[in-house]
């Protein structure tokens, strides 16, 4: 059997919450981090005032809170709590006891690698592919370096096949697995190319599930339950085999 590629989305795939909460942010009263209403509210505005997608905004917003509280915007901040993040029902064990399969997963996501090199699944990972940092000679960041966005995925995939050696952009030993709208265009690709795709969902009353079920991109809907013998572990060890 040819090996396998499994390219993840992170937060609302691997995770319950569809944006990384950042502790460095509840310390200082933005309660659910990134998520809080306080926060997001703020995201809006900036969304508004410059027309900027959200994750543009989520993190220039994030920069300029940390910077007014006179917060250091090291690598370490910004991976506070990632050791203690909270996952979907069985996902640890789900990459434990896959480790004999000829596979290799990857992260893909909008959110913050400095956080995501930190949690405690990272291990299983070939490479993790997302938002990066300009920092200074202090170590600060002073700025966005690379945002992950829906369309940048596609080039990671892309940047992924070639890697491991695959032409024409072939995705028949890919399955990408994700949860939102901003998976729809890497999904898109992989399922154009041959590949696997698995929309993954909490409860059935979201609107990115009902918007992915409107266009012709996804292989399997499965709730977000990784536990062996869930409907998920069964279609995955399904198109691995």
């Not at 028949?172 to 949860?179: A, E, K, L, R, T």
């Amino acid at each position: 059997m040819n090996k396998k590629i499994i390219i993840y989305d992170f937060d609302g795939t691997l995770t319950p919450y569809p944006i990384t909460k950042i502790e460095v942010l509840e310390s200082l009263g933005f309660d659910g981090g990134m998520m809080s209403s306080k926060f997001m509210g703020m995201v809006r505005e900036r969304r508004l005032s410059k027309n900027i997608d959200v994750y543009n905004a989520c993190y220039e917003v994030l920069l300029e809170v940390l910077k007014n509280n006179n917060v250091p915007r090291t690598q370490e901040n910004f991976r506070l709590g990632a050791e203690n993040i909270e996952y979907n029902p069985g996902v640890y064990d789900f990459f434990d006891r896959n480790k004999g399969l000829n596979i290799v997963n990857y992260i893909v996501s909008s959110g913050s690698k400095d956080f995501l090199e930190g949690i405690t699944i990272s291990k299983f990972f070939k490479e993790i592919y997302a938002t990066t940092f300009k920092f200074d000679d202090s170590g600060e960041a002073s700025d966005v370096d690379f945002l992950m966005s829906d369309k940048r995925k596609v080039e990671i995939i892309q940047k992924i096949l070639k890697d491991n050696d695959i032409e024409n952009e072939d995705c028949s030993n890919v399955i990408y697995v994700g949860d939102g709208l901003t998976d729809l265009y890497a999904m898109e690709y992989v399922k154009n190319h041959g590949g696997d795709t698995i929309f993954v969902y909490v409860n059935e009353e979201n609107d990115s599930l009902k918007a992915a079920r409107e266009v012709d991109v996804v292989s399997y809907y499965t709730k977000a339950d990784f536990n062996l013998n869930s409907d998920f572990s069964n279609v995955f060890l399904d198109i691995c085999s």
